[in-house]
């Protein structure tokens, strides 16, 4: 089991994650080592004085994707002047551009355990207020010789249930903004936020800690890119969004761990798997015996295979894992793509304030859950596909009807009637349409279909075990 669990983690991290650049121009970032380069509608100026933190921004969402790519470079930070990330900062205005971290090797002691690189630059906006930009790297080197990729691997669990290379990476880079902070003497702050991969679950945590530390969310823009789960104590910040393609393993783990463990232990064919003592026993339990979550929301999107469309056939689901690992789904131009496109909020399938878990699966829809009445309602569909029920919707009547094994339910918008094979239940709350979506009570659909329903308070979260 060990050996298997290592095979995941490994393969699930097997990406290049390299982006260099050389150029110069106005209001641009640069996106790679070819002379590339993006020109931006807007400075980030426009976005933090136009649009409420909490609000999704595609414009933004864009823009910090290509930031987050320039991260990438495996320069001396005394050559910082010649690097994508720091002439992005300065195409964008920023004064004391500062790189930290940034080692030509990735064992380099001074990097130490548990850190990461990160830029950090400043500017006075319009307003009087100082906009603060943080742009965290993903992980650097091979995954054999790498502090990054050790931190990686990092998962047990902090004080506050947190991934414990990631939080403490993300403890470094919030006391690193705080000294910043002295050294410029600013004040009236707003934070941008932002990384891709491991930068992105640093940047995670590391938004959650300002938050914490009694910044105003308002005051803190957060985007997070192919963010692995950072957490197993989610907190539920509206002004944080995780960006992630289903097709994107690193985007599931260590949460979906348990799903792949049964496949690959049947695939004797598969012999890169490391020894069983190359993780601590600890960290090994840590990633398969806890629920992870992301902090903030996620915003699912589909560039790839869904894993959920996995047949019977061990080597074909093993063969379907390795597509899925090298169909370049975790990489940067593979998010900037899409982004492109300037998707709307509504194009995604949506992780909100509420989560709803179906035998250890997330509901996800375009609409999250909402509470009415402390009574939590779900999209119709996401939950009857989620338990295997057959659903049928009569538009003349608005009346939804399911049927699974031996029970047939229906419901009726606006009313409080659920009806089980005739006989009449009582609902606290009808359901209702919501944003264009029909919702129904969570609860008074599972239980008529015979599952246990409980509530996490800590994560918010609605689980559902049949």
């Not at 990489?331 to 900037?336: G, M, P």
């Not at 982004?339 to 509504?346: A, R, V, Y």
Request: proline content about 3%.
């Amino acid at each position: 089991m060990k050996k298997i669990i290592c095979c995941i983690m490994v393969l699930c991290m097997l990406v290049p994650l390299m982006a260099f650049a050389d150029d110069n121009a106005p209001i641009i970032y640069y996106k790679n080592g070819k002379n590339d380069y993006i020109e931006c509608e807007h400075n980030l100026d426009y976005y933090v004085q136009n649009i409420d933190s909490s609000t999704y921004s595609k414009g933004l969402a864009y823009m910090l994707m290509g930031l987050s790519w320039s991260a990438y470079n495996n320069v001396d930070e005394n050559n910082a002047q010649n690097t994508p990330i720091y002439k992005s900062f300065q195409s964008f205005g920023m004064q004391d551009i500062k790189m930290n971290n940034y080692y030509e090797d990735p064992l380099d002691e001074n990097y130490g355990e548990d850190n990461c690189a990160y830029t950090i630059g400043y500017r006075e906006m319009d307003n009087g207020k100082n906009l603060v930009a943080v742009v965290i790297r993903g992980s650097f080197g091979e995954i054999t010789e790498s502090s990054d990729w050790n931190s990686n691997f990092n998962c047990i669990l902090t004080g506050l249930g947190n991934h414990k290379g990631f939080e403490d990476a993300a403890s470094k880079v919030t006391s690193g903004i705080f000294e910043y902070l002295e050294s410029n003497n600013l004040t009236d702050c707003v934070y941008v936020v932002t990384g891709h991969s491991r930068g992105a679950a640093v940047a995670n945590l590391a938004s959650t800690l300002l938050l914490e530390k009694g910044i105003n969310k308002k005051s803190v823009y957060n985007y997070n890119f192919a963010c692995p789960d950072t957490t197993t104590n989610r907190k539920t910040y509206s002004n944080i969004f995780n960006i992630c393609n289903y097709a994107d393993l690193v985007t599931q783990v260590p949460r979906d761990i348990k799903q792949f463990v049964d496949i690959l232990e049947e695939v004797s064919f598969y012999t890169e798997i490391p020894d069983d003592e190359s993780m601590p026993t600890d960290v090994l339990e840590a990633a398969v015996s806890n629920k992870w979550y992301k902090n903030g929301q996620t915003l699912w999107f589909n560039q790839g295979i869904i894993k959920e469309t996995y047949n019977d056939n061990v080597l074909l689901k093993f063969k379907q894992i390795e597509e899925l690992i090298y169909n370049d789904s975790h990489s940067q131009s593979k998010y900037l793509d899409y982004l492109k496109q300037l998707p709307e909020i509504g194009t995604y399938s949506v992780e909100g304030d509420i989560v709803v878990e179906v035998n250890g699966k997330r509901i996800l829809s375009d609409q999250p859950p909402v509470i009415v009445d402390d009574r939590t309602l779900v999209p119709l569909r996401a939950i009857f596909e989620a338990m295997n029920a057959e659903v049928d919707w009569n538009n003349l009547t608005k009346t939804v009807t399911s049927t699974k094994d031996d029970v047939v339910i229906s419901l009726t918008i606006g009313s409080k009637e659920l009806i089980k094979n005739g006989t009449i239940i009582e609902l606290d709350v009808s359901p209702q349409i919501i944003n264009s979506r029909t919702m129904v009570p969570v609860r008074a659909i599972a239980e008529s279909f015979g599952a246990v329903v409980d509530w996490d308070e800590v994560n918010q979260a609605v689980i559902v075990t049949e």
